[in-house]
């Protein structure tokens, strides 16, 4: 047991420094503290013992619920042995490490949108006890109804919902028609097929340009045509290339994928333009770096495009010796190209004796000017020296074909 001597140090000091302070309930706290310790040390029905209640007697004992007085004995307390009730005082604050006090500082009692025992598994608002109602699916975000989680589905697979309470980004939705795979949020991108993408079943109302291609993006197309050979597949076809562009395969895959003969090295009608001229070929040279070229249809006649212009001079010597001239072709795949040779835009083709007979001018894959002595003295006396030629290049053979040619100019020594 403790007497009062035994207390009477740290009890004083406790009073001195706690008496006139205004956190009472801080002492009441540490007195109580000492009260359960004796209590349960020691007997309490000893008259100099403290006790955890008030006590009558000589002022012994402590009230850990009120005032200590200033000679030691506890407020509240009757010298007539009579014990007061215990007071609260209002302004003490809530102990934080109160062992009985079970409420969660962090949690809510109410909520904004479902109200008190909400359970809303998949957040939609709805489910057990919330303010919207109950849900049929409470894993389910897009279901809430009966109808919802009896109809929602994806009939064609599209990946677009049909028939849900409502649609987010794992079911999109609403598909305007769950049995076209064509067709789903709103207006699809209308296809060259023969069938409906939008909702308004219209089928391929737009340009083709704005439908096609179907794929990818074909190079050198300048239009296109929708023509559908059956629903479901695609109609897309090239209707133009670009210029010296062609599509020989008829393949909407790769474009115009054949390039036909550099304009800028060749013309498509007779004439003196510069990308058709070859230049001036003395004796003993031969044209330099001529182009490669493509005409992929076949021959459609004099001034009609299927066709490539050059133009050649050759200066006159002294004759009969002036040299022979030889054009032929450096380069023709599959025999596929011939020429002919005009002395003028304006006229036939061999005119003027360039050819020695009717048998000597058909197309021809070579042909020569011989002017070398008397052994050819039917020119040296008789035709005119081509000064300058005109030279027609043209396919009679292999339509729609990518084969190519390449000229050879030349003029041989005497």
């Known amino acids: 047991m403790y007497d009062d001597a035994s207390l009477g140090g740290p009890l004083r000091r406790y009073h001195s420094t706690v008496l006139h302070s205004l956190a009472r309930p801080a002492l009441v706290l540490a007195l109580a503290t000492f009260g359960v310790a004796c209590a349960t040390g020691e007997d309490d029905t000893g008259g100099s013992g403290l006790s955890a209640g008030n006590q009558s007697g000589g002022g012994s004992g402590t009230d850990t619920s009120g005032d200590v007085s200033g000679s030691g004995s506890t407020s509240n307390s009757s010298n007539s042995g009579n014990s007061s009730e215990t007071s609260t005082d209002p302004t003490a604050p809530t102990d934080p490490t109160d062992p009985t006090d079970t409420t969660d500082p962090t949690a809510s009692t109410t909520d904004d949108t479902s109200g008190p025992g909400c359970i809303d598994g998949d957040g939609d608002g709805y489910g057990e006890n919330c303010d919207l109602g109950p849900d049929c699916d409470d894993d389910d975000y897009n279901n809430y109804s009966d109808e919802g989680c009896a109809n929602c589905m994806d009939a064609d697979a599209d990946t677009i919902w049909a028939g849900c309470d409502q649609y987010d980004e794992e079911k999109q939705g609403p598909d305007c028609d769950d049995d076209n795979d064509a067709v789903g949020l709103g207006d699809a991108v209308e296809l060259c097929n023969g069938i409906a993408e939008n909702c308004a079943g219209e089928i391929d109302p737009l340009p083709p340009e704005e439908m096609c291609p179907s794929a990818g993006d074909p190079p050198n197309v300048s239009s296109w045509v929708c023509e559908p050979p059956e629903p479901g597949v695609d109609g897309c076809k090239i209707n133009g290339c670009d210029e010296q562009f062609f599509d020989v395969n008829a393949s909407a895959e790769d474009g115009c994928e054949c390039q036909g003969t550099d304009r800028t090295k060749s013309i498509d009608s007779c004439g003196d333009a510069a990308p058709g001229v070859l230049g001036t070929i003395a004796e003993g040279a031969v044209a330099q770096n001529l182009v490669v070229g493509v005409i992929p249809t076949l021959d459609n ?25 030889k054009v032929s072709f450096a380069q023709n795949e599959n025999s596929d ?17 360039l050819a020695s007979s009717c048998d000597d001018d058909p197309p021809t894959v070579e042909w020569t000017f011989d002017d070398t002595g008397p052994a050819n003295a039917k020119y040296s006396n ?14 009679i053979q292999s339509d729609n074909s990518c084969s190519k040619y390449q000229l050879k100019v030349e003029r041989l020594n005497d």
């Open 301 to 325: 006649g004099k001034g009609n495009g299927a066709e490539d212009w050059y133009s050649v001079e050759f200066p006159q010597g002294t004759r009969p010796t002036s040299g022979t001239i």
């Open 382 to 395: 008789k035709v005119t020296w081509p000064s300058k030629v005109y030279l027609r290049v043209f396919r």
């Open 337 to 353: 190209y011939r020429f002919e040779a005009y002395r003028d835009c304006n006229g036939a083709a061999w005119e003027g004796d």
